[in-house]
């Protein structure tokens, strides 16, 4: 058992480090959320892709450099340190790209990834409908059969990214008469095709970073079904698995995050306030608990699985506490306009997003203590 | 990187842990609390043989150590069972004393001949042990009687002398791992209990209300675990200290959780003292402050930011 980088991971880390020196710029983007921010963190994630840093673990030939996850972490740590602007491409990024390339064809691969990595297409994750959130199970739109592909109807909603996005992706009932969790299909769409209306809708902080989409006979090619057609819940939830790891949320976010939460806390705090002062040393210890857990995960051989959902937890919880400690630090000032109020707002939908946090706890119940499945 | 146990500390953790469940502690347990050091001292003397002590000890004295690694899987094993016995403090004076004091009770620590006490303020076992000491390493004596403690196992006495603010960092790692060991034991106990008690017809781990505060437990010990063996990695730096205390705080909060929850989901058996359980929920939260409170150790680490 050791932490101990080698010499390649520190060389890795003194490269993004004096690249990210050179390349972040000056000036925080305006916020990703907004139209004029998009299309910046859109130029953004091209000058990443255009030296293979927007996703550093990915095979070459997908675009991106092939290192390992570890050296994935350091980057992350880095980038996060950095204060480098948001990903606008993580949903395609951290939910399509996984499952394509567990379930994908060569060519799908060939076309979808290298213009992710290259931030010249834009995915939105269209999974909720307005009766299907926590039980996505229960999702109504449908796929149906036509010449040489598929027709999509209904209704998509708080789609996130797909207010600005180019193309979208989620699962379709392709079978009428199926129920739960077969007959469905995992489809990949334009957001600009005939058929689709977007109408992005207001989020908690008054950005229209998320949307409806309302589908009225959208076409979708056969090449742009992944796995099998009427297997997409198998399919999907291997994405899901991912999205529940330390794909989503790496642990350099959180400690960047206390680094500045504890500077925040020597420049604001009242030295006599050790009621701020323990809940500043509470979000350190618990980013550093989550930075060695994701260094244990990734040590370790076999499948986390049903783990992940002890991530998800935790990471969303210290996201809202940490964040709440730095508007409480910022007392009057803490209701105005800052990047901290803007994480703290972002932070507030981790609990929510990715499967709530109730969900996850009945998965830890259910398939890691092995408590029976019961009456919801 | 190589962040988990290696197959020989996983070996070595297993077999404390099918030894310390073959001994069935908790008969042991009240025996200690009734002053019967018997059975007691014949666990210390297994453990000793499985290479508990040695491990805290120097080669040079003896030992094979110090391995804080294999200290803390060895250290959740004894919480686990809630073995009674100051193996916290006979591990912290072996590091106290090989670093600084006299070491010529080393040898007799490794073999498991010696138990020692260590005033932190007050002395665990110093009826039953050998030798009790200040936390500067040398000897102290106990004054008067017993004074009770919450977990009746835990047979406590005071000591002569002054006593330093700040306990050593080992020590503080070692209890610790200790409460993680019994956090995860009532973690898996109260498991047990809600697959087979039932309630309005079916088991009550069939309820959501009851699911939710066991995963919430789970998520707090299991990522309270990785801050122990961050710490002990950091045996040796200037971090140490900061780190120990780090881990003191997360697995106090996490394990002595695990009990009040343990507690709710067993109801009124839990609250029986005949009834095992009430062995290592006692525990629980006399480990919280033993060693250093949480707000203690929250103080500390705010202090090294």
């Given at each position: 058992?050791?932490?101990e980088?080698?010499?390649?991971?520190?060389?890795?880390?003194?490269?993004v480090?004096?690249?990210?020196a050179?390349?972040v710029p000056a000036?925080?983007?305006?916020?990703?959320?907004?139209e004029e921010?998009?299309a910046?963190?859109?130029?953004?994630?091209?000058?990443?892709?255009?030296?293979?840093l927007?996703?550093?673990s990915?095979?070459?030939?997908?675009?991106?450099?092939?290192?390992s996850?570890l050296q994935?972490?350091?980057?992350?740590?880095?980038?996060?340190?950095?204060?480098a602007?948001?990903?606008v491409?993580?949903?395609?990024?951290?939910?399509?790209?996984?499952?394509?390339?567990?379930?994908?064809?060569?060519?799908?691969?060939?076309?979808v990834l290298?213009?992710?990595?290259?931030?010249?297409?834009?995915?939105?994750q269209?999974w909720?409908?307005?009766?299907?959130?926590?039980?996505?199970a229960?999702?109504?739109a449908?796929?149906?059969?036509?010449?040489?592909?598929?027709l999509l109807?209904?209704?998509k909603?708080?789609s996130?990214?797909?207010?600005?996005?180019?193309r979208?992706?989620?699962?379709?009932?392709?079978?009428p008469?199926?129920?739960?969790?077969?007959g469905?299909?995992?489809?990949?769409f334009?957001?600009?095709?005939?058929?689709?209306?977007?109408?992005?809708?207001?989020?908690?902080?008054?950005?229209?970073?998320?949307a409806?989409?309302?589908?009225?006979?959208?076409?979708?090619?056969d090449a742009?079904?992944?796995?099998?057609?009427?297997?997409?819940?198998n399919?999907?939830m291997?994405?899901?698995?991912?999205?529940?790891?330390?794909t989503?949320?790496?642990?350099?976010?959180?400690?960047?995050?206390?680094?500045?939460?504890?500077?925040?806390w020597?420049?604001?705090?009242?030295?006599?306030?050790?009621?701020?002062r323990?809940r500043?040393?509470d979000?350190?210890?618990?980013?550093?608990?989550y930075r060695?857990?994701?260094?244990?995960?990734?040590s370790?051989?076999?499948?986390?699985?049903?783990?992940?959902?002890l991530?998800?937890?935790?990471?969303s919880?210290?996201d809202?506490?940490?964040?709440e400690?730095?508007?409480?630090?910022?007392?009057?000032d803490?209701?105005?306009e800052?990047?901290?109020?803007?994480?703290y707002?972002?932070s507030l939908?981790?609990?929510?997003?990715?499967?709530?946090?109730?969900?996850?706890?009945?998965v830890?119940?259910?398939?890691?203590l092995?408590?029976?499945?019961g009456?919801? | 990187?190589?962040?988990?146990?290696s197959?020989?500390q996983?070996?070595f953790?297993?077999?404390?842990?099918?030894?310390?469940?073959d001994?069935?502690?908790?008969?042991?347990?009240?025996?200690?609390a009734?002053?019967?050091?018997g059975?007691?001292?014949?666990?210390?003397?297994?453990?000793?043989e499985?290479?508990?002590?040695?491990?805290?000890v120097?080669?040079?004295?003896?030992?094979?150590?110090p391995?804080?690694v294999?200290l803390?899987a060895?250290?959740e094993?004894v919480?686990?069972a809630?073995?009674p016995?100051?193996?916290?403090?006979?591990l912290?004076a072996?590091?106290?004393?090989a670093?600084?004091?006299?070491?010529?009770?080393?040898?007799?620590i490794?073999e498991?001949a010696a138990m020692?006490?260590?005033?932190?303020?007050?002395?665990?076992?110093?009826?039953?042990?050998?030798?009790v000491?200040?936390?500067d390493?040398?000897?102290?004596?106990?004054?008067?009687?017993?004074?009770t403690?919450?977990?009746?196992?835990?047979?406590?006495?005071?000591?002569?002398?002054e006593?330093?603010?700040?306990?050593?960092?080992?020590g503080?790692?070692?209890?610790?791992?200790?409460?993680?060991?019994?956090g995860?034991?009532?973690?898996?106990?109260t498991?047990?209990?809600?697959k087979?008690?039932?309630?309005?017809?079916?088991?009550?781990?069939?309820?959501?209300a009851?699911?939710?505060?066991l995963?919430?437990?789970m998520?707090?010990l299991?990522?309270?675990?990785?801050?122990?063996?961050?710490?002990?990695?950091?045996?040796?730096?200037?971090e140490?200290?900061?780190?120990?205390a780090?881990?003191k705080?997360?697995?106090?909060?996490?394990?002595?959780?695990?009990a009040?929850?343990?507690?709710?989901?067993?109801?009124?058996?839990g609250?029986?003292d005949?009834?095992?359980p009430s062995?290592?929920?006692?525990?629980?939260?006399?480990?919280?402050?033993?060693w250093?409170?949480?707000?203690?150790?929250?103080?500390?680490?705010?202090?090294?930011l």
């Open positions: 058992m050791d932490l980088f080698g010499a390649a991971d520190e060389e890795f880390r003194a490269e480090r004096a690249w990210l050179e390349h000036e925080p983007l305006p916020s990703l959320e907004t921010g998009f910046r963190h859109r130029e953004w994630e091209r000058t990443l892709g255009a030296d293979r927007s996703v550093v990915w095979p070459r030939e997908h675009g991106g450099r092939g290192v996850v994935w972490l350091v980057f992350e740590e880095e980038y996060y340190a950095a204060n602007p948001g990903r491409s993580q949903n395609g990024i951290n939910l399509l790209a996984p499952t394509l390339m567990k379930h994908g064809t060569p060519e799908q691969l060939a076309r290298p213009p992710m990595a290259a931030g010249e297409v834009i995915w939105a269209a909720s409908e307005p009766g299907a959130g926590s039980d996505l229960a999702l109504r449908t796929a149906t059969r036509t010449d040489g592909g598929w109807n209904g209704q909603t708080w996130s990214r797909a207010a600005f996005a180019d979208g992706f989620g699962l379709f009932r392709s079978d008469e199926s129920e739960r969790h077969r469905l299909t995992y489809l990949m334009p957001l600009d095709a005939e058929g689709v209306t977007v109408r992005p809708i207001g989020r908690l902080d008054g950005k229209p970073a998320f409806e989409l309302f589908l009225d006979g959208v076409f979708v090619p742009d079904v992944i796995g099998e057609p009427g297997k997409g819940w399919v999907a291997s994405t899901a698995g991912n999205e529940r790891g330390l989503l949320r790496s642990p350099g976010r959180f400690t960047a995050a206390t680094e500045r939460l504890v500077e925040l020597k420049e604001r705090a009242d030295p006599s306030d050790t009621a701020l323990d500043v040393a979000a350190w210890i618990r980013s550093r608990a060695l857990k994701g260094f244990e995960t990734i370790r051989d076999d499948d986390i699985g049903a783990e992940s959902s991530n998800k937890i935790f990471w919880d210290l809202v506490a940490l964040h400690t730095a508007l409480d630090l910022l007392g009057a803490g209701e105005l800052s990047e901290w109020l803007e994480n707002v972002f939908a981790g609990p929510i997003y990715a499967g709530t946090n109730e969900i996850q706890r009945n830890i119940a259910e398939r890691l092995g408590l029976p499945r009456a919801r | 990187m190589k962040f988990v146990l197959e020989e996983r070996m953790a297993g077999t404390l842990r099918r030894l310390l469940a001994a069935g502690t908790a008969t042991i347990v009240r025996a200690w009734s002053g019967d050091h059975p007691g001292r014949e666990l210390w003397s297994a453990l000793a499985a290479g508990l002590f040695a491990v805290a120097p080669e040079e004295h003896g030992g094979a150590g391995l804080p294999e803390v060895a250290m094993e919480g686990r809630a073995a016995g100051p193996y916290v403090e006979t912290a072996a590091e106290l004393l670093r600084s004091g006299d070491p010529d009770l080393l040898p007799g490794a498991g020692v006490s260590l005033a932190v303020p007050h002395a665990l076992d110093a009826d039953a042990a050998d030798t000491l200040g936390t390493g040398k000897p102290r004596a106990a004054a008067g009687g017993p004074v403690s919450l977990d009746p196992a835990r047979r406590l006495f005071r000591v002569d002398g006593h330093p603010a700040e306990p050593p960092a080992f503080v790692l070692m209890c610790a791992a200790q409460q993680l060991g019994v995860r034991a009532l973690l898996d106990v498991v047990e209990y809600a087979a008690r039932q309630q309005f017809g079916r088991p009550i781990g069939e309820y959501q009851v699911k939710h505060h995963a919430g437990a998520v707090e299991e990522f309270a675990r990785p801050l122990l063996y961050g710490a002990a990695l950091a045996y040796g730096t200037p140490f200290g900061r780190d120990a780090a881990a705080v997360a697995v106090s909060e996490a394990s002595y959780g695990a009040k929850i343990a507690l709710q989901v067993h109801g009124a058996i609250y029986t005949e009834y095992d062995l290592w929920i006692r525990k629980a939260r006399a480990l919280h402050s033993a250093g409170t949480p707000a203690e150790h929250r103080a500390r680490v705010a202090a090294s």
